[in-house]
T-cell receptor
Framework: AQSVTQLGSHVSVSEGALVLLRCNYSSSVPPYLFWYVQYPNQGLQLLLKYTSAATLVKGINGFEAEFKKSETSFHLTKPSAHMSDAAEYFCAVSDLSAGTYKYIFGTGTRLKVLA | DAMVIQNPRYQVTQFGKPVTLSCSQTLNHNVMYWYQQKSSQAPKLLFHYYDKDFNNEADTPDNFQSRRPNTSFCFLDIRSPGLGDAAMYLC?????????????FGEGSRLTVL
């Protein structure tokens, strides 16, 4: 079974600093990987996805992630944090089962941005 | 705008009193999912529909049921809510195709059990 592991349940950065949120995956086949963001009391919104095309994936709000097969990683970065980036971030992998894709989520990383 | 709409956004019920949460979508997606998300945890898949085909996760309690009367609507029924069922319930959709698409989420229904 495929899975993702997010290191660090809480990350704090200063406004303007680099954001780095870590995700490692476990998969026996080439994975499809996703990053979602969740603001308080809202559903999840897709930031970006990797589907075996370019290894560097650009998403919304200035985020990007790099797929590294040798490290089984898909870390999320943003060069300069903004106060509005404070939210919970989930890494996810998709797994084909019974003809449909099921999405397995990591435990999430809560990002705090300090003024 | 096409979207996924969940009602109600907030639901308070008493221990053991049945609850129904609804989800509607205007995306015409084949697949609809129900996730349970407890505080500071990852969303946990309860079940999903591929068109009319129902797929239950092995560890989803019998207390949770679902109905999908048509493409646009899906319901989550909790027959006898316990205190441990207090959570955010998220509905999501995706288009079933040969390629992996993204999940489109509603804003969630937060259930409180008294």
């Amino acid at each position: 079974a495929q899975s993702v592991t997010q290191l660090g349940s809480h990350v704090s950065v200063s406004e303007g600093a680099l954001v780095l949120l870590r995700c490692n995956y476990s998969s026996s086949v080439p994975p499809y990987l996703f990053w979602y963001v969740q603001y308080p009391n809202q559903g999840l919104q897709l930031l970006l996805k990797y589907t075996s095309a370019a290894t560097l994936v650009k998403g919304i709000n200035g985020f990007e992630a790099e797929f590294k097969k040798s490290e089984t990683s898909f870390h999320l970065t943003k060069p300069s944090a903004h106060m509005s980036d404070a939210a919970e971030y989930f890494c996810a992998v998709s797994d084909l089962s019974a003809g449909t894709y099921k999405y397995i989520f990591g435990t999430g990383t809560r990002l705090k941005v300090l003024a | 705008d096409a979207m996924v709409i969940q009602n109600p956004r907030y639901q308070v019920t008493q221990f053991g009193k049945p609850v129904t949460l609804s989800c509607s979508q205007t995306l015409n997606h084949n697949v609809m999912y129900w996730y349970q998300q407890k505080s500071s945890q990852a969303p946990k898949l309860l079940f999903h529909y591929y068109d009319k085909d129902f797929n239950n996760e092995a560890d989803t309690p019998d207390n949770f049921q679902s109905r999908r009367p048509n493409t646009s609507f899906c319901f989550l029924d909790i027959r006898s809510p316990g205190l441990g069922d207090a959570a955010m319930y998220l509905c999501a959709t995706s288009r079933a195709s040969g390629r992996v698409g993204e999940l489109f989420f509603g804003e969630g229904s937060r259930l409180t059990v008294l």
